[in-house]
C-alpha cells in the first residue's frame, strides 16, 4: 500500500502534544486588535487543545503527525 500524503495546510497549524493531543493558535488575533482589550488578547496568545469531536478530521490529515 502506498504512502499517505499528509495534508500540507493542517501540518502548518496544528501540533501533537506528548499526550496524542492536537493544539492550534486561537482565532482573532490577525488584525483589528486595537479595540480589543488587553485581557483578551493576552489569552489569545496561549494555543488551544482541538476539541474531541474536531479530533478525528484533524488526525485523518496528519496520518504520521
Not at 479595540?35 to 469531536?53: C, D, E, H
Amino acid at each position: 500500500m502506498p504512502k499517505m500524503k499528509t495534508h500540507r495546510g493542517a501540518a502548518k497549524r496544528f501540533r501533537r502534544t506528548a499526550r496524542g493531543l492536537y493544539k492550534h493558535r486561537k482565532s482573532n488575533r490577525g488584525h483589528l486588535n486595537e479595540k480589543k482589550t488587553a485581557k483578551r488578547l493576552r489569552q489569545l496568545r496561549k494555543p488551544a487543545i482541538v476539541k474531541p469531536a474536531d479530533a478525528r478530521t484533524v488526525r485523518r490529515l496528519l496520518p504520521y503527525g
